[in-house]
Every structure is written in C-alpha cells, then in structure tokens.
C-alpha cells in the first residue's frame, strides 16, 4: 500500500501559517457601503469595519449600531468627525465630506437613497445659484430669517416645550404637505447665500425619511382603527374583537417608535455640547486652519531668530489659543432639529387620540364579553 509522502517541516509550518491567516482573513468580512461625496458623485465600495473606523474616527462600540443583525433604538451620535444615525430602516455616517449607506440595496432604503443623491447632487456648487431663487419670503422676513426658516412659520419657530401639537396636525410646516416639510437650505440673509454644512443637508434628509415613514405607518393604521371600532360598536363578535386587539398592539408598537424618535431629537436640543459635535465641517476647517498657523509659525521661528523673538513667542501662543477652542453658533442646527421635533411630536399625538377611543370602547366591550 503506498502511503503519501510527509510534507517537509518548512512545508509544513508554511501550510500552517496560511490557514490561520485565511481564518483570520475570514473573520474580517468586508460589506458594500454606498458613498455619497459632498461633490454629488455616488458609487460601491468594499470595506471592512477597521477601515471605516479609520476613514470615520468612530469607535466599534458605535458601529454596531448599524449592523443590520442587531436591533437598536433609534440613535443619533455626534462624534469627531463623524454623525452616525439609526433612525428606523435609514442608517448612515455622515462626514463633513461624504455620506456612508450600509444597506442601500435594501428595498425600504431605496427612497432614502434616491433622495439624498438628488438632494446632494442639486445642492452642488449652490453659491453661484442665485439668491432668491424659489423663495416666498418677503424682503422684511428674509433679511432675519435663518437658513431653516422657509419651512417654519414666518414668525419664528415654535418652541418645543410650548408647541400645541393637536394644532400642527403632524406636520412643523403651514402650507405643506405632511410628512414634508422640505427645508429651505440657502435662504439669502442680507443679499448673500447661507451654504448649509453638507453634513446638514445629509441629516435632514435623513430626518425627512424616518419621519414621513412614521407619518405613513401612524396615518394608515389611523384609517383601519376607526372602521373596526365602528364595526365592534355595531357587532360584538370575536373576529370583530381580535381585529381591535391586532390594531392596539400595532398602535402601542407604532408610539414606542415614535417616542424613541421623539426623545432623541429632544435629548439633542437640550444638549448644546451634543449639538456643537456635530459641527463637522466648521471642525474641519478649523483643524486645517491651525496646521496651517502652526505651519506658518514654524517657518517663522526658523527664518527669524534674531530680534523680537519674546513678542513673537507672545503673539504665537496667543494664535494657537484662539484656534484651540472652537464654538459653533448652533442656531442652525437647532432650527433643523426643531422643525423635525414639532412634526414627530405632532404623529405621537396622532397616535395618542387613536389609544383612546380604542381603550375606552375596546376594553369596554371586551368585558362585556367576558
């Protein structure tokens, strides 16, 4: 019987070394992320988790909250150099340069995307549009308005904490559809255009999608409520009874959605700091600006050794501290969370005058069966 020759010993150690490298090869799967840059252009990329956290700065911690197989609450984290969402069936990372989609292939993200890529490519180069263009404001309005304004009542933005919401019928926007509150973007201001942070646009287009899915979803279940009470009222029966029973659990899953949504965009309004995170693209610049003057000063010491060195010391010292601590007018932002808050404040309350109807004549039919 002929037995199969031993490998050699350094055949064997090299045979050794390869399978461990392709298990751990293995063990690194790469996943196809769709990228959206600030320059309107979109493709396919293969990436592993170690390379984002590199291209993002964000930590493993935070990347989970996107793995599709894991289910999280609806979360908006400010980082460094990066916003991650979860907001329902949208998730992304958004830069000061580009936007990162996981699951874009997905049938329930295909909207998302095709409105991010259209938003962002006709946002492309909007400081040679011309100021006034598709604007209803009035000269007196537009001179004080801020960039959000278009789509808030002209007489400023309502406050969160003393908004009726029964009288915004769901929606932040008079005049508009809801579910829609499109948000004007470059709203002139004194004669010249307020180009919105690219890292702005992406989250309200991120906004805008989470919460018209809700308004969908709490509208629909809206229309199959009162039919079925109706029908409950003029004909107990069990079939009549498990459809009500059905539609609560519906309802009551629907709010915790809608509340988690709600509370996230509160939590953010209430936290200035959490606010100023997410400032990328001033951030950016700011960090450019003082490698510059660091880079400047550094010549400067080295050509000009001579005289006035202690002034120059003074003057560098004091350069680096007024770069070294950067605060963003978060006005900006704030309006942007405010009109989306008012508008997923005003579905919860939708939600909330459905339960009611539904628990005081369903409950009170049910034991009148019982």
Known sequence: MMRSPKPAPDEDIHHRIAVGTAGRRKGTVNRAWLVVSDSGRSYHEEVGKYSIMRRTGLPGRDLRVLDPLLSYPSTIL????????NLEHIKAIITATEVLVPNSKDPMVAPFVQDLQSRVFSSYGAPQQEAGEGSDIDGDAMGKASPYSPSLPVNGV???HGVDASKQNGSPVSGLPEGSPELGLDVPVDGRINVVP????????????????????????EKEAYPALDELTSKISTLNLERVRQIKSRLVALSGRVQKVRDELEHLLDDDMDMAEMYLTDKLTHQRAGESSSRINLENDASEQEDGDDELGVETESSQESLGVLKPNIEELEMLLEAYFVQIDGTLNKLSHTDVPIYSLGMHEVEGVC
């Open 198 to 221: 690219f890292e702005f646009r992406a989250l309200e287009v991120c906004l805008e999608s989470a919460c018209r899915c809700l308004e969908s979803e709490t509208l629909t279940l």
């Open 158 to 160: 309502a406050s969160r």
């Open 78 to 85: 400010g980082r460094e150099r990066a916003i991650v969402i």
